[in-house]
């Protein structure tokens, strides 16, 4: 599991829900809809307008980025996130998630369209106090750190462990453009099963870089669990 919907007290998640649209505007935001999306506004507001012009900014030096990363997300980021999530923070600091987050840094490179998954290289992925929070996402922390708490309560209410604050930097090849998103992760009970693994972080290099297809690798990790108890 990993997007949640940012509607107040909503917990449709981009698997629940059929799909999660973007606020035009910041493409940050994450609505299952129109409702929660109206209801979620007031709160928003402020931080929809600095990361929208923030967005501008990044459209106009590099105008593909955005898109690239969006398709990018779309085909490879939710399982991938939630697994480093786990991997990372959970493996290091199993009850200091919350004042832990991860930084994941990825450099687009030459890709075939079709195959948007190949479009990022890892770059780094490293792990820091939440006080370091406020440096990278530039001041705009309230909105994330309240997606946080209300992310966290809602997982808590529905049986999961709680929820982790993954941050990718997305750079473009031409290195003049990088986009920052947070993305709230929840935790689940079924996540924290999976094996952890030492080497966490070279697979993360090599999952991205090989674009290697986590669905079908989850599903065969699953089928290997049962075929072994
Ligand atoms: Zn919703
Ligand atoms: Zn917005």
Same mark, same amino acid.
């Given at each position: ?20 649209? =973007?606020?035009?505007?910041?493409? &940050?935001? *994450?609505?299952? #809809?129109?409702?929660?999306?109206? +209801?979620?506004?007031?709160?928003? @507001? ?68 079709? =195959?948007?998954?190949?479009?990022? &290289?890892? *770059?780094?992925? #490293?792990?820091?106090?939440?006080? +370091?929070?406020?440096?990278?996402? @530039? ?91």
């Amino acid at each position: 599991m990993s997007r949640l919907c940012a509607g107040p007290s909503c917990f449709n998640t981009d698997q629940s829900a059929n799909q999660l649209r =973007l606020c035009g505007k910041c493409k &940050a935001a *994450h609505y299952c #809809s129109k409702e929660c999306q109206r +209801r979620h506004w007031p709160s928003h @507001r402020l931080f929809c307008q600095k990361q929208g012009a923030q967005i501008s900014m990044v459209l106009a030096e590099c105008p593909s980025l955005h898109k690239t990363y969006s398709l990018w997300r779309k085909s490879m980021g939710a399982f991938l996130c939630t697994w480093i999530c786990v991997q990372g923070l959970v493996l290091k600091f199993p009850h200091g998630y919350r004042t832990k987050f991860m930084v994941l840094s990825i450099i687009e490179r030459k890709h075939d369209p079709s =195959l948007p998954q190949t479009a990022f &290289a890892f *770059h780094d992925v #490293s792990i820091h106090d939440m006080c +370091r929070l406020q440096d990278l996402l @530039r001041g705009d922390t309230d909105e994330v750190g309240s997606h946080m708490v209300e992310s966290e309560r809602l997982a808590k209410r529905h049986g999961h462990i709680g929820a982790a604050l993954l941050v990718i930097q997305a750079t473009s090849s031409l290195r003049t453009a990088t986009l920052v998103r947070a993305v709230p992760v929840v935790l689940t009970l079924e996540d924290m099963a999976y094996e952890k693994e030492e080497h966490w972080e070279d697979m993360t290099k090599v999952i991205i870089n090989e674009a290697i297809d986590w669905r079908r690798m989850r599903k065969w990790e699953a089928g290997l669990n049962v075929a072994v108890s």
